[in-house]
T-cell receptor, first 117, second 115 residues
């Protein structure tokens, strides 16, 4: 069965400071991991994905994430926050909680990122 | 850039009524999905669809739900007799293929309110 835990429901940072959004996963096999972002009244947009080619994954808008198998983590970071980064961020693993299939994505609860001016 | 589109953006219905939510996946994609997000809860997988049949479905996807690709472009989710607990945001998604790392592209969602 697959699951993800996003450790913070809200994260607030000042513009220009680093961003860290934490995610831990549980997987019965080698996981496929994703980060999606949702801006208000918009769909879910892929930020980046872990494909096992490299443990450090670079995504759009300056975000990156590092896959750490020993810590079962896939934290999302950005060196310098911008006002436009304010949104809801979802850590996602391929496969479902019930473990019955591999098509569906299992989402974390989301982290609301607030950027202070 | 191609996008998944969904209509309507908002729908209000009475309990017991049938609703149909519509999606237009990205044109060269072969796999289609529905997810829902009840207010304050996680996004949950409902069903995947390929080659005109259901590929996988979750426990949520019971006999009240059905999916269809009525023509070459639309993909629909029907809820036969809506309940209060069906109130949620419903997201459609599509992907080119089914591989583990294949990206699922999401639409903006339809917010369904059952009264």
């Amino acid at each position: 069965a697959q699951s993800v835990t996003q450790l913070d429901s809200h994260v607030s940072v000042s513009e220009g400071t680093p961003v860290l959004l934490r995610c831990n996963y549980s997987s019965s096999y080698s996981p496929s991991l994703f980060w999606y972002v949702q801006h208000p009244n918009k769909g879910l947009q892929l930020l980046l994905k872990y494909t096992s080619a490299a443990t450090l994954v670079k995504g759009i808008n300056g975000f990156e994430a590092e896959f750490k198998k020993s810590e079962t983590s896939f934290h999302l970071t950005k060196p310098s926050a911008h006002m436009s980064d304010a949104a809801e961020y979802f850590c996602v693993v391929r496969g479902t909680v019930s473990g019955g299939g591999a098509d569906g994505l299992t989402f974390g609860k989301g982290t609301h990122l607030i950027i202070q001016p | 850039e191609p996008e998944v589109t969904q209509t309507p953006s908002h729908q209000v219905t009475q309990m017991g009524q049938e609703v149909i939510l519509r999606c237009v996946p990205i044109s060269n994609h072969l796999y289609f999905y529905w997810y829902r997000q009840i207010l304050g809860q996680k996004v949950e997988f409902l069903v995947s669809f390929y080659n005109n049949e259901i590929s996988e479905k979750s426990e949520i996807f019971d006999d009240q739900f059905s999916v269809e690709r009525p023509d070459g472009s639309n993909f629909t989710l029907k809820i036969r007799s809506t309940k209060l607990e069906d109130s949620a945001m419903y997201f459609c998604a599509s992907s080119r293929d089914r591989g583990s790392w294949e990206t699922q592209y999401f639409g903006p969602g339809t917010r369904l309110l059952v009264l």
